[in-house]
């Protein structure tokens, strides 16, 4: 009794701690809208540069991304865009990639399913060093033979620890191929096991010539710059290089005419029977590409559910007590049609089961309660923290542009974004995830023990 009393009294005290915190939150928010100050300009050959300034060290972020990837994969030629994105890498003009490398310059390399991303940061005065290295990416490629062999190994072993060996790697790659057809997104970034093996140097080179082109790509360049000093640059290195004819890219991802199905996926060994997870996957009833609005409400929506305190996660952690993880994400612009999953992860088949029944159950009370507005006004306030934290960092801002912009976004709508959280309404959030979790899922994928034996 003494415990219920004073866990009262603590609550009433911690909810006069959040309006307080409210309070100044409300003043914080003023602090952190400011604009970035971003410019935009684009070469005669259609290359487009975007330029965010911040002077707090002599240091340059500078990152290019292909408007081309994994969804630019010809059928059963599956992991071209990742292969290619490590060929590039490691043997583009050795020179300059060990001189990058004395000069104490960081550099990496990634590949998505829209993009196909290298990245540097450099000493203010050494820029003009990354701009030859990554123009002389952009035009040629070179394949050695013993280079190609070695990166062949290395990607195989990339799979093999993902998403052979990872049980997140293996959802991921069943859930796309569970919902999508095979010839329109149904394949993980790094491409099946088989399809790799097959992949010849022609392959890349045939995807270099047909997408490594100045009018698909993007420069986005995030720290200390003079801007006029990048503009000569970027005409210097890389307006003399010929735009393409590129064709648009089949969109990825498109739904099948199929309703619900379902998949289990053999995962481990008959022995470990202490994992398991379920991932349900459910359409987003509206095109955010048609509808910015509703795509922002709909991510505020989604982040309020992956809070702690919030009432999905309360019920799942303290009522089952066995699910070890669960989230939910909306994924946006990647595929044609967006979509919403929810994950769990569970140390058991039995708690996976549990976790599932208890979803269904969940689901229904969620329409039912929806978000309330303190928990809407903590994710803004958290939005904005991020934000805060994004501005302070080159690259994560830069990353922030270049995802956003390679994912279909234009440069208007991304700074639309910010203004666009604040004025979003419960209601808003509560009429689009009615529409989504109303239907019933579009997929549900299961990772069970390997053996596993269903009586
Ligand atoms: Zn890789």
């Known amino acids: 009794m003494n415990y219920s009393r004073s866990s009262r009294l603590s609550?009433?005290?911690s909810l006069n701690i959040r309006r307080l915190a409210a309070v100044v939150f409300a003043l914080f928010i003023f602090d952190v809208q400011a604009k970035y100050n971003v410019v935009r300009f684009t070469l005669k050959n259609g290359l487009q540069v975007i330029c965010i300034e911040k002077k707090s060290a002599p240091i340059i972020f500078f990152s290019i991304w292909y408007y081309c990837g994994s969804k630019n994969d010809a059928i059963s030629k599956s992991g071209v865009a990742h292969y290619l994105e490590h060929m590039a890498f490691s043997s583009?003009?050795?020179?300059?990639?060990?001189?990058?490398?004395?000069?104490?310059?960081?550099?990496?390399?990634?590949?998505?399913?829209?993009?196909?991303?290298?990245?540097?940061v450099v000493s203010k005065k050494n820029i003009e060093i990354v701009f030859i290295y990554e123009a002389i990416r952009m035009i040629s490629l070179n394949i050695g033979n013993d280079i190609f062999q070695s990166e062949k190994g290395a990607i195989l072993e990339e799979r093999?620890?993902?998403?052979?060996?990872?049980?997140?790697?293996?959802?991921?790659?069943?859930?796309?191929?569970?919902?999508?057809?095979?010839?329109?997104?149904?394949?993980?970034v790094?491409?099946?096991?088989?399809?790799?093996?097959?992949?010849?140097?022609?392959?890349?080179?045939?995807?270099?010539?047909?997408?490594?082109?100045?009018?698909n790509a993007l420069i986005v360049i995030s720290g200390d710059f003079e801007l006029d000093h990048i503009k000569k640059l970027a005409e210097k290195y890389f307006e003399k290089i010929p735009s393409k004819r590129t064709e648009k890219p089949k969109e990825a991802g498109v739904f099948p005419e199929t309703a619900v199905?379902?998949?289990?996926?053999?995962?481990?060994?008959?022995?470990?029977?202490?994992?398991?997870?379920?991932?349900?996957?459910?359409?987003?009833?509206?095109?955010?590409?048609?509808?910015?609005?509703?795509?922002?409400?709909?991510?505020?929506?989604?982040m309020a559910l992956n809070q702690?305190?919030?009432?999905?996660?309360?019920?799942?952690?303290?009522?089952?007590?066995?699910?070890?993880?669960?989230?939910?994400?909306?994924?946006?612009?990647?595929?044609?049609?967006?979509?919403?999953?929810?994950?769990?992860?569970?140390?058991s088949i039995d708690a996976a089961h549990d976790s599932e029944n208890m979803w269904r159950y969940l689901?229904?009370?969620?329409?039912?309660?929806?978000?309330?507005?303190?928990?809407?006004?903590?994710?803004?306030?958290?939005?904005?923290?991020?934000?805060?934290?994004?501005?302070?960092?080159?690259?994560?801002?830069?990353?922030?542009?270049?995802?956003?912009?390679?994912?279909?976004?234009?440069?208007?709508?991304?700074?639309?974004?910010?203004?666009?959280?604040?004025?979003?309404?419960?209601?808003?959030?509560?009429?689009?995830?009615?529409?989504?979790?109303?239907?019933?899922p579009h997929a549900i994928s299961r990772i069970v023990p390997k053996g596993y034996d269903r009586e």
Request: glycine share 6%.
């Open 190 to 215: 790094i491409g099946w096991k088989h399809e790799i093996e097959t992949i010849i140097p022609k392959d890349l080179q045939e995807f270099h010539d047909k997408w490594f082109a100045p009018n």
């Open 363 to 440: 689901r229904k009370r969620l329409l039912h309660i929806g978000i309330s507005q303190s928990e809407l006004d903590a994710v803004k306030r958290q939005y904005l923290v991020s934000l805060a934290y994004k501005k302070d960092d080159i690259v994560k801002m830069s990353n922030h542009f270049g995802l956003l912009l390679t994912g279909g976004y234009s440069l208007e709508e991304i700074q639309e974004i910010d203004d666009m959280v604040q004025s979003i309404t419960t209601k808003e959030c509560n009429d689009l995830l009615r529409d989504v979790f109303t239907q019933e």
């Open 308 to 347: 702690p305190a919030f009432f999905v996660k309360k019920i799942l952690k303290d009522v089952i007590n066995c699910a070890t993880h669960a989230a939910f994400g909306y994924i946006d612009r990647v595929f044609a049609q967006d979509i919403v999953a929810f994950e769990i992860s569970a140390s």
């Open 92 to 120: 583009n003009k050795m020179e300059f990639s060990e001189l990058l490398e004395d000069i104490g310059a960081l550099k990496n390399a990634f590949t998505s399913i829209n993009t196909i991303c290298f990245h540097e």
């Open 261 to 302: 199905c379902l998949k289990e996926i053999e995962y481990g060994s008959p022995k470990n029977r202490s994992l398991a997870a379920v991932e349900y996957v459910y359409r987003v009833p509206f095109s955010s590409r048609e509808n910015l609005r509703k795509s922002i409400a709909l991510d505020v929506a989604i």
């Open 11 to 13: 609550s009433r005290f």
């Open 160 to 188: 093999s620890m993902c998403v052979d060996n990872n049980p997140g790697g293996a959802m991921q790659e069943s859930t796309l191929a569970n919902i999508f057809n095979r010839d329109t997104g149904g394949i993980g």
